[in-house]
């Protein structure tokens, strides 16, 4: 048995899962204190469902707690950006283009030292260990509670930012270190902004890992406690402490890999309606498609791993606007269940329109019985409208592309949208977020520039694969179990020697003897 919750801007589902049959499933609204929400779903699952606690194999969370804090510019460690470069890389500094806000909220200290690497692994120039400890003396003057360690090119030699991590534990035993080979990809700029945002949630990912911990004690599950993270897959809770900005796009993921454990189907579109937004995605081989470009997450780029999600303010607690002619982007939230009209509230949303069509028997119906029928239609027209546009612009091709609809507030989609084809909703398709994370496996990914000589090609692939297939097994997947999910690999004609960026991902079952 498994226990999959996750959190929302609008609702906190929880399920209890006995393989891939959902035994029991719930549906809490979210609470400010996401912990204490957590609390209050398993208390209400185990309610629901009166489970032995001790039958319970694992339970996995997919949590908002990170990008919160990120987003709202709140509890983040005082950060120190430390770039082993020079002579290169000077014209742009560490954190730039932040916005000030954020900026100012991880302290603004950053620190230039000679170091870093060619694409090839070769030196730019040797590591000034001098200036680090003179940083790192600096550093302990400010306050500094976490530092970001990035070399040029430090995911094909990753030497520098090991040396320079030494260095900063000795000089500065009690802060937080996150080095960019394990956060971010190869784009030095991207990474480092992934870097600091890591470690300014160290100290976070701490306090909320141990509140989790706390909550399944004293709710008596033992059982193992995992976060899932933004390519659909697990962390277990000492690697959430040390990796928090994997976690941020949790929610869209799990969704979708809880469609395609619904239908069984592994290539498909998924438009998962919750109470504030519609995620719009790609699920290829069963796994959410990877975006191929810089994502932006809270104005800042990064070039972690993220899922090529496309976002609308349409969901259940969507204001109406303008006679039916504008559905969102502001929405009620949280307080959907006292806002809204069917539940006696002053609001016009989306689910009085899903209630007064028919749609939906949530509340009381009477209290929107007045609404222009004309005006209904023209409001669930354009949420399908809009959701039309958004699928179509996620296709790559012409072939067909099934479309399964998810979340709570998937009621205001359409049975057929035009030029698309039929909307499948899966039974528990409200909860899929939740099935998503109680069914995730574990990765591992391999994503850096090749040097591959002439005739020499498959077995620079065989290497990059067995990678990729030993970090999914170091991470906790079950030997044996660890399939490869995806290979791309692309020539970099700009750089000598053959370059060639390869990228493989691989995943497995879930070893449940790591914690």
């Known amino acids: 048995m498994r226990i999959g919750i996750d959190v929302g801007g609008t609702n906190t589902d929880a399920v209890l899962m006995d393989g891939d049959r959902v035994v029991g499933a719930i549906k809490r609204h979210t609470q400010t204190d996401v912990t204490e929400g957590i609390r209050e779903a398993l208390q209400a699952l185990q309610s629901a469902t009166a489970f032995d606690p001790a039958i319970v194999e694992g339970v996995m969370i997919g949590t908002t707690h990170f990008i919160n804090a990120l987003v709202e510019a709140d509890r983040l460690a005082p950060t120190a950006a430390l770039r082993l470069c020079l002579p290169a890389t000077a014209a742009l500094p560490p954190l730039t283009a932040w916005p000030k806000g954020l900026a100012q909220a991880v302290g603004g200290s950053w620190y230039l030292v000679g170091g870093g690497h060619e694409f090839d692994g070769r030196q730019i120039a040797p590591l000034d260990e001098e200036a680090i400890r003179k940083a790192t003396a600096q550093m302990g003057a400010e306050g500094i509670?976490?530092?970001?360690?990035?070399?040029?090119?430090?995911?094909?030699?990753?030497?520098?930012?090991?040396?320079?991590?030494?260095?900063?534990?000795?000089?500065?035993?009690?802060?937080?270190?996150?080095?960019?080979?394990?956060?971010?990809?190869?784009?030095?700029?991207?990474?480092?902004?992934?870097?600091?945002?890591?470690?300014?949630?160290?100290?976070?990912?701490?306090?909320?890992?141990?509140?989790?911990?706390?909550?399944?004690?004293?709710?008596s599950v033992a059982a193992p406690l995992f976060l899932t993270q933004n390519d659909g897959t697990l962390m277990a809770v000492d690697v959430?402490?040390?990796?928090?900005?994997?976690?941020?796009?949790?929610?869209?993921?799990?969704?979708?890999?809880?469609?395609?454990?619904?239908?069984?189907?592994?290539?498909?579109?998924?438009?998962?309606?919750?109470?504030t937004t519609s995620d719009i995605g790609v699920l290829r081989n069963g796994f959410p498609r990877e975006a191929s470009?810089?994502?932006?997450?809270?104005?800042?780029?990064?070039?972690?791993?993220?899922?090529?999600?496309?976002?609308?303010?349409?969901?259940?607690?969507?204001?109406?606007?303008?006679?039916?002619?504008?559905?969102?982007?502001?929405?009620?939230?949280?307080?959907?269940?006292?806002?809204?009209?069917?539940?006696?509230?002053?609001?016009?949303?989306?689910?009085?329109?899903?209630?007064?069509?028919?749609?939906?028997?949530?509340?009381?119906?009477?209290?929107?019985?007045?609404?222009?029928?004309?005006?209904?239609?023209?409001?669930?027209?354009?949420?399908?409208?809009?959701?039309?546009?958004?699928?179509?612009?996620?296709?790559?091709?012409?072939?067909?592309?099934?479309?399964?609809?998810?979340?709570?507030?998937?009621?205001?989609?359409?049975?057929v949208l035009d030029g698309i084809g039929a909307v499948r909703r899966p039974e528990n398709h409200s909860v899929a977020n939740a099935v998503g994370a109680a069914i995730a496996q574990v990765s591992g990914e391999v994503d850096r520039i090749f040097a591959v000589a002439s005739g020499d090609r498959e077995k620079t692939l065989d290497l990059a694969r067995q990678e990729a297939v030993d970090r999914a097994t170091a991470a906790g997947a079950t030997p044996g179990s660890v399939q490869v999910v995806e290979l791309d690999e692309v020539p970099i004609p700009y750089l000598p020697g053959n370059a060639t960026r390869i990228r493989v991902k691989a995943v497995g079952d879930l070893s449940y003897t790591i914690r």
């Open 240 to 275: 959430v402490r040390h990796y928090p900005v994997s976690t941020f796009a949790s929610g869209p993921t799990n969704s979708m890999r809880g469609a395609a454990a619904l239908t069984g189907l592994t290539d498909c579109a998924v438009i998962d309606v919750g109470g």
């Open 293 to 415: 470009t810089a994502i932006e997450v809270a104005g800042i780029r990064t070039n972690f791993r993220m899922p090529d999600v496309v976002s609308i303010g349409i969901g259940g607690g969507s204001r109406i606007h303008d006679n039916g002619d504008m559905v969102g982007p502001d929405s009620v939230g949280y307080r959907l269940p006292t806002d809204a009209l069917v539940f006696g509230g002053s609001n016009l949303t989306a689910t009085d329109i899903a209630v007064a069509a028919g749609r939906a028997d949530i509340g009381d119906r009477s209290l929107v019985r007045h609404l222009d029928p004309e005006m209904v239609q023209r409001s669930l027209a354009y949420v399908a409208r809009r959701s039309t546009e958004l699928v179509d612009s996620m296709r790559t091709s012409a072939e067909p592309l099934p479309v399964v609809a998810v979340g709570g507030g998937s009621i205001l989609l359409p049975d």
């Open 145 to 219: 509670r976490s530092v970001a360690i990035t070399s040029v090119f430090s995911p094909v030699n990753s030497e520098f930012e090991e040396r320079a991590a030494a260095i900063v534990a000795e000089e500065l035993p009690h802060v937080a270190v996150s080095m960019s080979q394990h956060v971010g990809r190869v784009g030095l700029l991207e990474r480092e902004n992934a870097t600091i945002i890591n470690a300014a949630l160290r100290e976070l990912a701490s306090q909320v890992v141990d509140g989790l911990v706390e909550v399944l004690r004293d709710l």
